[in-house]
């Protein structure tokens, strides 16, 4: 079955680790993003890629890194940088742009100890 | 740019009654409107999707959404709450123009949690 899968489901940092969260699609779209979500605050956005090799900031980056080597892998690393990462973290992707809809993972659920 | 704004954070109904959440956007151009829906500790689901054909769409389990230009609306409806319908919603208009590379980002509204009584 094709679909986009992140892992793992529940993840816990402690003060000053790094941790990465993969994200892997198999639905051969261009497009991959990373969201956070808080309570009341909606999705925003960390990072995105619409093609292998290259990546661009979303709206709150600061403590965050991505990767994107092949175009089905889109991993995100919460650096000690990130005063705050305790949430609810989403992975997306998507065929190209505009109309098309977006695809999401159930998400990791990172809390720090 | 783009925004999108969910007018009500909370809508609570009773089983078998209608519902009606609110979403209005702000566009410059054409936008592609979007319903998802999340369940708690889970990822989104698209509802439905506007892309400029019929204004009225259907989407899966009873839903649809109507969209308004005149009024800048797409208002989520169905005519009987069940239980399962309990969740959050997400009305999410696309970019359409590009701003630094971010052509076709996704802009999403704050959420509306639907509560259903029995």
């Not at chain 1, 979500?37 to 090799?53: A, E, F, H, K, T």
């Not at chain 2, 151009?29 to 889970?42: A, M, R, T």
């Not at chain 2, 989520?76 to 309990?86: E, G, N, Q």
Request: aromatic share 12%.
């Amino acid at each position: 079955d094709g679909g986009i899968t992140q892992s793992p489901k529940y993840l816990f940092r402690k003060e000053g680790q790094n941790v990465t969260l993969s994200c892997e699609q198999n639905l051969n779209h261009d497009a991959m993003y990373w969201y956070r979500q808080d309570p009341g605050q909606g999705l925003r956005l960390i990072y995105y890629s619409q093609i292998v090799n290259d990546f661009q900031k979303g709206d709150i980056a600061e403590g965050y890194s991505v990767s994107r080597e092949k175009k089905e892998s889109f991993p995100l690393t919460v650096t000690s940088a990130q005063k705050n990462p305790t949430a609810f973290y989403l992975c997306a992707s998507r065929y190209g742009g505009g109309i098309t809809e977006a695809f999401f993972g159930q998400g990791t659920r990172l809390t720090v100890v | 740019a783009q925004s999108v704004t969910q007018l009500d954070s909370h809508v609570s109904v009773s089983e078998g009654t209608p519902v009606l959440l609110r979403c209005n956007y702000s566009s410059s151009y054409s936008p592609s409107l979007f319903w998802y829906v999340q369940h708690p500790n889970k990822g989104l689901q698209l509802l439905l999707k506007y892309t400029s054909a019929a204004t009225l769409v259907k989407g899966i389990n009873g839903f649809e959404a109507e969209f308004k230009k005149s009024e800048t609306s797409f208002h989520l409806t169905k005519p009987s709450a069940h239980m399962s319908d309990a969740a959050e919603y997400f009305c999410v208009v696309s970019e359409v123009r590009n701003y630094g590379g971010s052509q076709g980002n996704l802009i999403f509204g704050k959420g509306t949690k639907l509560s259903v009584k029995p």
